[in-house]
């Protein structure tokens, strides 16, 4: 397997989130298997990407939570999801809040971290073309909260650069956890554009056992990266979904050929 080219494994969807309910209200989980979303600090229902409804964010103390897990992350695993970033929050240009490093869309709580990410990151000038930071689109990967071994964490950029013509604008992104191919990956289907990171051979899988959330990250132990915008529809499976998958959510909302 290369960078360029993903084999079709099976995947079984763990939950599954439209919005289509009233603002303020509990989120069905529309996958049968009960996760429902719980919302924190009042945030309102708003219209959402192509597909369902959503929930703007504040980017400080809003965001949804389940009870409990949703899917095993010591194993393959997808989440799609429909993300905007809010002029209104971050400004005329797309920037984080001091000392911030990331926003995270969606995530699973561990003790202490998440064990992935699904968002935007600054990333070190990743191409060596200029110096400095540039927010990109990311899916990052977290190794087990008690590896001694200094293992890096893992983070799937896009290519493109996030500007102001992406603030405002519903974005599909699609991130992709494969410890059994040492490989994380994020689709980017609307914008033709995706990234991927090798995970080194002794990558530590490790399983969270903390509530899914959507609109901030967990980080030593303590709320971070809260979402600076919306977030509408959300899928997350067990097992790999593709490029041709993404590209379909994208167009059709559906997983069906």
């Not at 929050?89 to 000392?99: E, H, M, S």
């Not at 650069?161 to 490989?183: C, H, K, M, N, R």
């Not at 915008?229 to 593709?242: C, F, P």
């Amino acid at each position: 397997m290369t960078e360029s080219t993903q084999a079709k494994t099976a995947v079984s969807l763990q939950g599954w989130w439209r919005f289509d309910e009233p603002g303020g209200q509990e989120v069905a989980d529309l996958s049968g298997n009960g996760h429902t979303l719980a919302p924190t600090g009042g945030p309102s229902r708003v219209g959402g990407g192509k597909f369902g409804g959503a929930y703007a964010l504040d980017g400080a103390t809003q965001w949804l939570s389940t009870s409990g897990p949703v899917v095993a992350t010591d194993t393959s695993l997808s989440i799609a999801a429909w993300v905007r970033m809010d002029s209104a929050i971050v400004g005329d240009t797309p920037a984080l809040k001091p000392d911030y490093y990331a926003v995270t869309a969606v995530s699973q709580d561990g003790p202490a971290q998440c064990p992935v990410y699904l968002g935007a990151r600054l990333i070190d000038n990743p191409l060596g073309s200029g110096t400095g930071y540039t927010l990109r689109w990311n899916f990052t990967a977290s190794p087990a909260e008690d590896d001694e071994t200094g293992v890096e964490w893992a983070h799937a950029y896009s290519q493109r650069v996030i500007d102001a013509s992406e603030l405002d604008q519903w974005v599909l992104l699609v991130g992709v956890y494969s410890p059994s191919t040492s490989a994380v990956r994020l689709y980017v289907p609307g914008n033709d554009d995706e990234g991927f990171k090798r995970l080194p051979p002794a990558w530590p899988t490790w399983r969270s056992e903390g509530a899914f959330q959507l609109g901030r990250g967990w980080f030593k132990g303590e709320v971070a990266d809260q979402w600076p915008g919306s977030i509408g529809q959300v899928r997350i499976y067990t097992g790999e979904l593709t490029r041709e998958d993404a590209a379909r959510l994208y167009a059709e909302d559906s997983l069906s050929a």
